[in-house]
């Protein structure tokens, strides 16, 4: 007699990674998720599935999709960039660099004018994060994507936009950034990094280890939530079948 094979009801590290990404559009109503990434982008179709319902999803091109990647309206450039100026939009973006403060840099490593590595390039990160929420996803935490200060800022932090004033400051808000520590967040007087939540298994001192720059730390760490097993069965069985989290995030 043979029995049916369960999911294992054990998280991995990057379904933790994914759980943390979709509590980032936990409570943002109707607005347009724009996720660069794997992790993310599974985080936005899960939390559609469950927690928002009401989360607006991309193909990002023209159409507007369900979680399993249908069809369901149609979303010209036009309508596409009302959203984005008027703060509809939650994007969760990459860094090669980010400070304390959350500015974040995709374009060059060196002096700017010289680089010694060139990049991306600034592409829309000062829109994004002047215009919307922006998050960012960073699936290797360290000290050379956490530095005290960025070669060039792309994407703009909290002291940028504070010197830019009112018109910088109107929309600019960074809900958090994921990495496959932790958690990490600006809910201090200063809007400086702090360490909000820890993935299990991670301790406060390897996350500090891996940041060029000291974070607020506060005296009980929480962890990241685990996952339901209904979640768990919708990342595995039914939005990353193929277990593309896995090969962005491996356990340390």
Request: proline content about 8%; charged content about 20%; glycine content about 8%.
């Amino acid at each position: 007699m043979t029995t049916k094979a369960t999911t294992p009801r054990t998280a991995t590290r990057a379904e933790h990674c994914v759980i943390a990404c979709a509590e980032a559009w936990r409570d943002n109503g109707e607005v347009l998720a724009s996720p660069m990434g794997a992790i993310p982008a599974i985080g936005a179709r899960l939390a559609k599935r469950t927690f928002s319902p009401d989360l607006l999803l991309t193909d990002g091109e023209a159409l507007l999709v369900g979680p399993d990647g249908a069809p369901e309206g149609w979303l010209p450039y036009r309508q596409h960039l009302a959203m984005v100026t008027g703060g509809r939009r939650h994007v969760m973006m990459g860094a090669s660099q980010i400070d304390r403060f959350g500015n974040q840099n995709i374009s060059c490593i060196g002096d700017w004018r010289q680089p010694a590595r060139q990049l991306l390039g600034v592409r829309g990160a000062p829109v994004n994060t002047l215009n919307n929420p922006t998050s960012y996803w960073i699936p290797r935490h360290s000290t050379r994507v956490f530095v005290d200060r960025v070669d060039m800022v792309s994407g703009v932090g909290y002291d940028s936009a504070a010197a830019a004033g009112p018109s910088a400051t109107r929309y600019h808000r960074i809900p958090r950034v994921v990495t496959d520590l932790g958690v990490l967040d600006f809910d201090t007087p200063d809007h400086s990094m702090r360490l909000a939540a820890l993935h299990p298994g991670v301790t406060a001192s390897q996350v500090q280890e891996a940041t060029g720059f000291v974070l607020t730390v506060p005296t009980d760490v929480p962890y990241t939530r685990e996952p339901s097993a209904e979640e768990l069965r919708l990342i595995r069985e039914v939005i990353d079948p193929e277990g593309l989290r896995d090969r962005e995030v491996r356990a340390r």
